[in-house]
């Protein structure tokens, strides 16, 4: 596309002048002629479109303009200085939604904890290695933890090739290396994994269920981005998506019941505030009333974003489904390993569910049947209607995902998806426009159509089987990511 | 590789339990590193609840070990119908022999436990007092072998005394059908190599054997199955002791396999007739007899290049021994000529993917093998670091960074059978082989398909229809 790119720009520079040049002082046409053009148009020809929300469109084309959709359809016609980009044989998605990247390298400066005064856009870093990683499966948008993290594998290699082959060349059996790789499998994957000290795969066993433990109510912060690899206009996209809690923070009766109380002080406080307005309104003087609680707790209670919690046990996601009732919150509940047994409450209550189709967790003695995972989980919750986003057996986007067990894939987990008995539409709905409403940007992204984000995967087959790679990504409307050249994936022709 | 249970249950878990997994933890380490092995491997628990297992360890105490051993070596096929053994007609939209072509609309004829025809279904008439199975859209194919598996039965794989551990087997160890060769066989896994871990050098000796339900002696195909060598990594022991470098580890290799071959050779020249005094018994080294009487492999963890290059130099080249390269991982594809030239099969695995610095990019090593035309290539999972039922997944994996598809079943099957030089009873679908019969709803490389119904010499173990979907 390069270098379609060049010869195509004076051309585009001419039709933009000739349009644009009416509309302009024509006291300085020297100045208009030096300005360059806005907005470049790229057309993406001949592509089966799986466009998620709409009917497939086979052999389509889309035009994007100024990293929006402009148009979909058979009957697009190209404009002339169009930057094209040939999608013939390929299906064409929307790029995919990860709701729970735990860590993928944010903050550059290192350190651990979520300084609430930092500012997310300093510590972005549109150059990570992790960002190609991402975009190679797919993920286009990402809900990431506002902390530094990610393994560090893939983005210190920027400099040095990938760190990963030192570690792992052969056996590094020296204990103190391990200790420190085994402390970052535990950050990336929990702490019940522990690292195979001849191929370094983190050994995953299957987790026992237990009963939540209880935790200071410490609020986490999440961030939206963009993967707009090299480019950091346009990379956030917002901040707090959810209202994130620790699991344990609502647990046990005093858990519970700090909880009601601070939903009482925001809806108080909502009231107050009401109030308040109003005085000011009239003319009056008056001391506005003290925040109680955090922003994010008063947009939970206005119903503009939901809690995001995780729950494991048919017991702890029916404690969560009980306050949400109560107190009048949208729920989405992460883990959700039981979801299955009670699909029906979830349903009711309107709680959405992310999870992981891989993640196996053994039933408890004698409750075999109606505990721990179940493959069908999937088939389940499409049957009863309760919305579900996919997320990857790891959420930390790292080279170790991908070497050992494909940890950090989003297809994959939709393809497991569809293993447990879901239809292939909803498994893509759940990597796609699903998570985006989770997100509350269902308007921005999520799906192929005019007026949304052009965040659109070249895909060399079926977006749900396993060999299908991601040959080009665009994001906001630029090529971020091509298989052939930033070779973070194997490169071979089928 | 041993790790899993090995290294961690041995050594890192003991040193570290409590640190690691009870933050603050109460009890001892010892306590704590216990709570965490029976989690970790529920088989443990289930040991004193076993029939089987049970009756093996009176056995134990009523034989000698070196009568049960003498009768297992005399009689590899120890398997014998007690239960009558159905005749069954399965009739599948496409059979997959993992031998020559597909077969497009296929019924296999089952009886005592043995395939009986393969063909396709016009051509072959069903007998009366047939059980008919009908899966008009399912796939049918070889039940699935791993190569390297250490779920077999209970966790206790590695005792690590000695630098090299011939005197130890492990078919003492066997809980049949445990829950994790219920979940393998939910995977369609249906013969494994349950192999001592590589906590050292030599391991001992494992067993081949069905991951279905049964007493010890229907479900053993052959004990010993194969001799386990690990040739660096894991085994290796603590600066300055011998063993804690590949000098070190080699050196106790072959210093064993010589001593043991001078055994053998006394034991086959007093069998021939070339010597007259009987030699004394030595249990240790008993079961080199079939290892180097070619009759058995030894199947050596090795990755790396380097590494590599010992096995084949060591254990092929110096000692002529059945060589598998099991576990094989990282950058050995360089090696593939070599390898090739003496004709050893190769397994790769858990981790298929090695980042190649040369050219600045991530390879698929099964892919890397196959682009070098190695033909005898096949994956495993190491189980449980990964889990048993998600072999068909490596394959999956090794697909998509480069592989051809039906060589891809074919690694799951026949090429493992065969390295297992136990071919002859599994890995593909034709007459007169155990009838273990994979019923898909697809090709098992999709992850989107699922196994149906799963039958070990001609019985059905699983079936989704009845029994809740385990995986």
């Known amino acids: 596309m390069k270098t379609k790119t060049a010869p195509l720009f004076g051309f585009l520079i001419a039709c933009f002048h000739a349009l644009a040049l009416p509309a302009q002082d024509t006291a300085k046409p020297s100045e208009a002629a030096k300005k360059p053009p806005t907005k470049e148009i790229l057309a993406i020809v001949g592509g089966d479109i799986i466009t998620v929300t709409r009917e497939r469109i086979r052999g389509g084309t889309i035009l994007v303009e100024g990293g929006k959709i402009t148009a979909v359809g058979q009957d697009v016609k190209v404009p002339e200085g169009a930057t094209t980009i040939d999608a013939i044989g390929k299906t064409v998605t929307p790029g995919f939604v990860a709701v729970d990247v735990g860590r993928m390298g944010l903050a550059t400066g290192g350190g651990s904890s979520s300084d609430r005064n930092a500012k997310v856009f300093d510590t972005l870093d549109p150059f990570d290695r992790n960002i190609s990683l991402g975009l190679g499966i797919g993920i286009t948008t990402a809900c990431v933890e506002m902390r530094s993290g990610g393994s560090g594998f893939a983005r210190r290699g920027v400099s040095d090739g990938f760190p990963i082959t030192e570690r792992f060349l052969g056996f590094d059996p020296d204990l103190e290396e391990n200790d420190a790789i085994v402390e970052t499998a535990q950050r990336d994957y929990g702490p019940f994994v522990s690292l195979c000290k001849c191929c370094g795969l983190p050994i995953i066993p299957t987790e026992p269920i237990e009963n939540t433990p209880e935790a200071p109510a410490t609020q986490q912060k999440s961030v939206v981005i963009k993967m707009s690899y090299g480019k950091l206009d346009g990379m956030l996209v917002g901040e707090s998506a959810f209202l994130d809690m620790t699991p344990g923070s609502m647990s046990g009766a005093l858990g519970q019941y700090s909880w009601r109380e601070q939903i009482a002080k925001a809806k108080k406080y909502l009231l107050d505030q009401a109030a308040h307005e109003k005085v000011i309104a009239s003319g009056k003087k008056e001391q506005p009333p003290r925040k109680p609680v955090s922003d994010e707790v008063l947009r939970l209670v206005k119903r503009e974003i939901p809690l995001r919690i995780a729950a494991n046990t048919v017991s702890d996601i029916r404690d969560q489904i009980q306050l949400s009732k109560e107190l009048g919150y949208k729920l989405v509940l992460t883990g959700a390993a039981e979801a299955w047994v009670i699909p029906d409450e979830l349903a009711e209550a309107g709680t959405e569910v992310v999870y992981t189709p891989r993640r196996r967790r053994a039933p408890r003695f004698g409750e075999e049947q109606s505990s721990g995972t179940w493959i069908e989980m999937s088939r389940i919750l499409e049957k009863t209607g309760v919305p579900f986003a996919l997320t990857a057996l790891s959420n930390a986007m790292s080279l170790d995902g991908i070497a050992g067990r494909d940890l950090s894939s989003l297809p994959l987990e939709a393809a497991f998806a569809v293993r447990g008995g879901a239809s292939e539409k909803t498994a893509l709905a759940a990597l796609t426009i699903t998570p985006a409403k989770m997100l509350g940007l269902e308007k921005r992204i999520g799906s192929i159509e005019v007026g949304k984000d052009a965040d659109i995967l070249l895909l060399d087959g079926n977006p749900l089987d396993y060999r299908t790679y991601v040959e080009t990504a665009i994001v906001n409307g630029r090529v971020a990511y091509k298989r052939a050249e930033v070779r973070v994936l194997p490169v071979y022709s089928k | ?471």
């Open chain 2, 1 to 471: 590789m041993i790790t899993a249970p090995v290294a961690q249950a041995a050594t890192m878990i003991l040193k570290r339990a409590a640190k690691w997994f009870v933050p603050g933890g109460r009890g001892s380490c010892r306590t704590q590193a216990k709570r965490f092995i029976s989690f970790a491997l529920p088989f443990e628990s289930q040991a004193d609840r076993c029939p089987s297992a049970a009756r093996l360890s009176n056995a134990w105490v009523h034989c000698s070990l070196v009568a049960f051993s003498l009768l297992l070596l005399t009689s590899p096929q120890l398997a014998v119908a007690e239960d009558a053994k159905p005749k069954l007609a399965i009739h599948v939209g496409k059979v997959l022999t993992c031998v020559g072509e597909p077969i497009i609309g296929g019924t296999i004829l089952v009886s005592e436990g043995k395939i009986e025809a393969v063909g396709k279904t016009k051509d072959i008439k069903v007998p009366e007092g047939y059980q008919e199975f009908h899966h008009p859209d399912a796939f049918a194919m070889p039940g699935l072998v791993e190569a390297h598996a250490h779920v077999g039965g209970s966790g206790d794989l590695n005792e690590m005394v000695y630098q090299t551990n011939p005197e130890l087997r492990n078919w003492d160890q066997i809980i049949p059908h445990n829950d994790q060769l219920k979940n393998a066989i939910a995977g369609g896994i249906t013969t494994i190599c349950f192999i001592p871990g590589s906590g050292t050098n030599m391991g001992g000796w494992g067993t081949l054997m069905k991951t279905g339900p049964g007493k010890l002696s229907d479900i053993i195909i052959k004990a010993p199955g194969v001799l386990k060598i690990a040739q660096a990594g894991n085994p290796e022991r603590q600066d300055g002791e011998l063993g804690s470098g590949r000098g070190g580890m080699n050196y106790v290799i072959r210093q064993q396999l010589i001593e043991a071959q001078l055994y053998v050779r006394q034991w086959d020249d007093f069998k021939a007739g070339r010597t007259k005094a009987e030699p004394p018994m030595n249990l240790r080294l008993e079961y080199f007899k079939p290892l180097f009487h070619r009759e058995i492999p030894v199947v050596v963890h090795t990755q790396i290049y380097q590494v590599v290059q010992s096995t084949l130099r060591i254990l092929h080249d110096e000692m002529n021994l059945k060589v598998v390269i099991d576990h094989g991982t990282f950058d050995s594809y360089k090696l593939t000529e070599e390898i090739l030239k003496r004709d050893i099969p190769i397994m790769v695995g858990p981790r298929g993917f090695y980042f190649d610095r040369d050219h600045g990019q991530m390879r698929g090593i099964v892919a890397e093998y196959a682009n070098r035309n190695a033909k005898a290539l096949g994956v495993n999972t190491d189980s449980p670091v990964v889990p048993q039922e998600e072999l068909f997944f490596q394959a999956a994996m090794a697909v998509r960074y480069g592989w051809n598809e039906e060589a891809a079943v074919r690694g799951v099957t026949i090429e493992p059978a065969k390295a297992l030089m136990i071919d002859h009873r599994v890995g593909s679908l034709e007459k007169g082989k155990d009838a273990d019969i994979v019923i898909t709803t697809g090709s098992i490389i999709d992850p989107r398909n699922h196994v149906k119904q799963v039958f070990i010499d001609g019985k059905s173990v699983y079936d989704t229809q009845i029994d809740r979907r385990r995986f």
